[in-house]
């Protein structure tokens, strides 16, 4: 059992940055797990945001969001980073940290194949 907090969320500015940080309070297995960031508007589905794999080698984003924001890991303190820079209102959503798919080596883009997740922090950019 992992679980995941995120904090970082917050008001910022259209062009401003965040940095949003989810820590594993529990499990030793962190640093099997590949580990996602999701994120969900008002009204619309839940959509990937990025990706990194359990090594922290590999990274994959999203189109919308790619040359952005960065995602990052450290094993060590159990936590994975979304650096989230030149954010847009249509960043606004809350996001959420996964974690799942141990050792895989394919790049995890779909909820479903996450195990356990955050409870996810509200940022809204404001334009």
């Known amino acids: 059992q992992v679980q995941l907090v995120e904090s970082g969320g917050g008001l910022v500015q259209a062009g401003g940055s965040l940095r949003l940080s989810c820590a594993a309070a529990?499990?030793?297995?962190?640093?099997?797990?590949?580990m996602g960031w999701f994120r969900q508007a008002p009204g619309k589905e839940r959509e990937f945001v990025a990706t990194i794999r359990w090594s922290g080698g590999s990274t994959y984003y999203a189109d919308s969001v790619k040359g952005r924001f960065t995602i990052s890991r450290d094993n060590a303190k159990k936590t994975v980073y979304l650096q989230m820079n030149s954010l847009k209102p249509e960043d606004t959503a809350v996001y959420y940290c996964a974690a799942g798919a141990p050792y895989s080596r394919d790049y995890v883009i779909r909820g479903t194949d996450y195990d356990y997740w955050g409870q996810g922090t509200q940022v809204t950019v404001s334009s």
């Open positions: 529990s499990g030793r297995r962190f640093s099997s797990y590949n």
